[in-house]
């Protein structure tokens, strides 16, 4: 718990510290390996062993420190390949150990980073609540009785209880962003297709995205800079395009869409409370713009109406075979996915292009659009009372992301009167994540504290 009063990795503060020559990545690996072990909390599924962290290191202290990533500790959420470690998935009986690592995580390497392990998960990406897994169920790091928020659930408390700098998760449906919120945390949604997804155990292919979680925005930004990049053979890689933004009157700061009153108020008052204080902050940093965000919350429930049959066209198989360590609410929700009809899942495919061009003039007069990341932070009590129906709640505002082909930066936003960390979300279209990190940054530079 981060009352133990450890910061998070800095990655700008590591990579200045090692350029002046005040440490080495073989101190950092024996900081890490020292965090790590005083952990309680189910954080990884596997880890590099300290001798080998160590040797890691100890090879890139003489090495080329204008890396761009030299020596920042990282971690990989357990559906993306790592040559050598086991990817589960979270779940034990479906374990294999990959002979090559997943494109992204060769990237890393290259680019100096160091390798710490596998992250905890909802089984196979499926869930927002961190809690679906046999290897434990995460808490939020600021509240033992919260859940962590999923199903990037260990990604994030590896980056928020300080073992790693950065870490690498996936999103489908929010589970880039859920856990951001629910940590104190930044993270970065690209846009589907910048990222290479080959080597990733897909939850929905068509919406998956391998997504970041840092403890500010340039850190995020940075491991962004080094991943993005079309991947010839992921047959969902895009080419990068810009995304031109709307003509916007001399000075402006930034024009930022807010939903219409009462159309994405938090459910807990006190999360209502921190949402208001956050459009407060928008207006003192943004020019505030009210828009309709109905296409695009009415298109959220469309992910788990006929989207969860591409998620059991992809496990369905491995479900039925009954591995080792399957996760009931899984399983049920796959097996309820291969019952979706093909008539089903072209309906809402007629659905969402509808949505689609509803919600496109929402975009014409601003540079995003401002939303709370969740309505409600849970306990793992009433998570486990209503599995489903609390999972479906927490995407309200994450779910409509992919199926619209948005770009997304989770934002730490102002704290509950609680203690617990409150996350805000800027949504733009396809390609603008570059606009976002600045819009993005601006906020940093605005929060108190």
Known sequence: MLSLGRAPFSIAGLLADYRAG????????????????????????????????????????GGDRTLPLYGIP????????????????????FASVPRDSAPVVRLLLDAGALLVGKTNMDQFATGLVGTRSPYGACS??????????????????????????????????????????????VGVKPTRG?????????????????????????DGANVLEVIAGFDPLDPWSRLARSRAPAPAPAGARGRIGVPLPDQAEPEEPEAAEAWAAALDR??????????????LLDAAPLHYAAWVAER?????????????????TVAAIVRGGARRTGIEVFDAIHRLAELRVAAAPLWEAIDALLLPTAPIHPTHEQVAAEPIAINDRLGRFTNFVNLMDLAALALPGPARRDGLPFGVTLLAPAFGDQRLLELGARWERGSPG
């Open 22 to 61: 005040i440490r080495r990545p073989s101190d950092v690996a024996r900081e890490v390996t020292r965090r790590t072990r005083r952990d309680e909390e189910p954080v990884w599924i596997t880890t590099v062993g300290a001798e080998e962290l160590l040797a890691a290191a100890r090879a890139l202290d």
């Open 74 to 93: 990282f971690a990989v959420k357990d559906n993306i390949d790592v040559a050598g470690l086991p990817t589960t998935a979270a779940c034990p009986g």
């Open 140 to 185: 939020s790091a600021y509240d033992a009785a919260r859940v962590s928020g999923g199903s990037s659930s260990g990604s994030a408390l590896a980056v928020a209880l300080g073992h790693v700098a950065f870490a690498l998760g996936s999103d489908t449906a929010g589970s880039g962003r859920v856990p951001a919120a629910f940590n104190g945390l």
């Open 194 to 218: 910048l990222v290479s997804a080959r080597g990733m155990v897909p939850a929905c292919a068509s919406l998956d995205c391998i997504s970041i979680f840092a403890a500010a925005v340039s």
């Open 282 to 295: 928008a207006a003192a940093e943004f020019a505030l713009v009210p828009v309709d965000v109905t296409p």
């Open 312 to 328: 059991a066209s992809h496990l369905a198989a491995t479900i039925e075979a009954e591995p080792d360590g399957l996760d009931p």
